[in-house]
């Protein structure tokens, strides 16, 4: 098995930071839907503590925004507690029901880095025509955008995720960085094909990829072969989910270690594809 040193210092690219009332209100329908529990800390000392002994030296804080006008306030509170951190880089949301320009816009001159939509919470899909003005400003800004566009956990009948939805985004928008969230479970297949095909196309691990998955969310990470990780790694990129896990965060990556992949794999997976998916450049080896 690969050593902890492959990993640190890792960037985790999906970790939720937000105010309570929103976690907890998160927490209660992923309970009362899924059936899971939590116990890691919300706070964003909180997590950066467990981030930091985990080996983890950044992280992308992601908000959504279940309801209009609440984008602004949020995406706000977001970027300024990662004024006050040397982890967190702030990305901003919008619902499509917003001044979506405005608010994007706001979020990105205040100091957002990049955009993240829940589709199925937010109830608007990667091709939504009312998110357009978001879109086009992650390209002039040439930001990137982390969409949750799979059907996992528990989103099958959800008609604003899928490949379909996520490939019409990347066809539509070539030079605006775009990843899928969970390694497009369940259709894991159908978006590795997307990363093969489009440049500007990402996925993160978070969730999937845990060794805890099989227990969780009707979904082995066993499923994707290693050939996946060695042949796409520039576009495969470390993610967790935290806080919201009812699994321990070391369950993340162990799987992952497990695999015993190529250093310059494990390089990838856990710094330099979330560099190239934030600015658009890899830094050299």
């Given at each position: 098995?690969a050593?902890?040193?492959?990993?640190?210092?890792?960037?985790?690219?999906?970790?939720h930071?937000?105010p309570?009332?929103?976690?907890?209100a998160?927490?209660?329908?992923?309970?009362?839907?899924?059936?899971?529990?939590?116990?890691?800390?919300?706070?964003?000392?909180?997590i950066?503590?467990l981030?930091?002994a985990?080996?983890?030296?950044r992280?992308?804080?992601?908000?959504?925004?279940?309801?209009?006008?609440?984008?602004?306030?949020?995406?706000?509170?977001?970027i300024?507690?990662?004024?006050?951190?040397e982890?967190?880089?702030?990305?901003?949301?919008?619902?499509?029901?917003d001044?979506?320009?405005?608010v994007?816009?706001t979020?990105?001159?205040?100091?957002?880095?990049?955009?993240?939509?829940?589709?199925?919470?937010?109830?608007?899909?990667?091709?939504?025509?009312?998110?357009?003005?978001?879109?086009?400003?992650?390209?002039?800004?040439?930001?990137?955008?982390?969409?949750?566009?799979?059907?996992?956990?528990?989103?099958?009948?959800?008609?604003?995720?899928?490949?379909?939805?996520?490939?019409?985004?990347?066809?539509?928008?070539?030079?605006?960085?775009?990843?899928?969230?969970?390694?497009?479970?369940?259709?894991?297949?159908?978006?590795?094909?997307?990363?093969?095909?489009?440049?500007?196309?990402?996925?993160?691990?978070?969730?999937?990829?845990?060794?805890?998955?099989?227990?969780?969310?009707?979904?082995?990470?066993?499923?994707?072969?290693?050939?996946?990780?060695?042949?796409?790694?520039?576009?495969?990129?470390?993610?967790?989910?935290?806080?919201?896990?009812?699994?321990?965060?070391?369950?993340?990556?162990?799987?992952?270690?497990?695999?015993?992949?190529?250093?310059?794999?494990?390089?990838?997976?856990?710094?330099?594809?979330a560099e190239?998916?934030?600015?658009?450049?890899?830094?050299?080896?």
């Amino acid at each position: 098995m690969a050593g902890e040193e492959v990993f640190e210092p890792a960037t985790d690219v999906h970790v939720h930071l937000m105010p309570d009332r929103l976690i907890a209100a998160i927490r209660r329908v992923l309970g009362e839907e899924a059936g899971w529990t939590f116990d890691h800390p919300t706070d964003r000392d909180g997590i950066e503590a467990l981030l930091s002994a985990a080996g983890v030296e950044r992280y992308f804080a992601l908000p959504y925004a279940h309801k209009p006008e609440m984008s602004a306030e949020l995406n706000q509170w977001v970027i300024d507690r990662a004024n006050e951190s040397e982890m967190a880089v702030p990305f901003a949301t919008v619902h499509p029901e917003d001044d979506v320009g405005r608010v994007v816009r706001t979020a990105f001159e205040s100091g957002a880095r990049g955009l993240k939509f829940q589709c199925p919470v937010q109830q608007c899909a990667p091709d939504d025509e009312r998110l357009g003005p978001a879109f086009e400003l992650a390209a002039e800004f040439d930001y990137p955008i982390l969409f949750h566009a799979g059907t996992a956990p528990m989103f099958d009948d959800s008609p604003y995720v899928g490949a379909e939805r996520f490939a019409s985004f990347l066809e539509s928008y070539p030079e605006v960085r775009a990843a899928c969230a969970h390694m497009g479970t369940y259709e894991w297949e159908a978006f590795v094909d997307l990363i093969t095909e489009h440049d500007n196309a990402f996925l993160d691990t978070s969730f999937a990829m845990s060794a805890a998955a099989a227990a969780s969310m009707r979904f082995s990470p066993e499923e994707i072969p290693d050939r996946v990780f060695e042949d796409q790694s520039p576009s495969i990129m470390y993610g967790s989910d935290l806080p919201n896990l009812p699994h321990d965060y070391a369950d993340e990556r162990t799987h992952l270690l497990s695999r015993d992949l190529p250093p310059p794999v494990y390089d990838d997976l856990f710094r330099r594809t979330a560099e190239r998916f934030l600015t658009g450049e890899a830094p050299e080896h």
